[in-house]
């Protein structure tokens, strides 16, 4: 049974600084990512990392957004500097369990993040 526990939510002021981090259960994954989900709209995809290291951002986040990963404690970590009012939302981890790249198959809780300006 994979299982993703995602932490470091909270309340923030515009323009600070916040590290979410998600732990996995034993096993390993082709890709690790975050989403989130602002209150009355879909989820969006945020950041991944794939198991070669490569990462992806989405345009709303790039430059402000890290992700990083330490593969010996099967974690992944989200470091949001610049924080925007509009970055308000539940933010999930999630995990990708093929060999060569498929569908983000599990899931975390999700964590609670508010900008406030």
């Known amino acids: 049974q994979v299982q993703l526990a995602e932490s470091g939510g909270g309340l923030v002021l515009a323009g600070g600084s916040r590290r979410l981090s998600c732990a996995a259960s034993?096993?390993?994954?082709?890709?690790m990512g975050w989403f989130r989900q602002a209150l009355g709209k879909g989820r969006e995809f945020v950041a991944e990392?794939?198991?070669?290291?490569?990462?992806a951002y989405a345009d709303a986040v790039k430059g402000r957004f890290t992700i990083a990963r330490d593969s010996a404690k099967n974690s992944i970590y989200l470091q949001m500097n610049s924080l925007k009012p509009e970055d308000t939302a539940v933010y999930y981890c999630?995990?990708?369990?093929?060999?060569?790249?498929?569908?983000?198959?599990?899931w975390g809780q999700g964590t609670q993040v508010t900008v406030s300006s």
């Open positions: 999630a995990s990708d369990p093929s060999l060569r790249g498929g569908t983000y198959d599990y």
């Open positions: 034993g096993r390993t994954f082709y890709r």
């Open positions: 990392i794939r198991r070669s290291g490569e990462t």
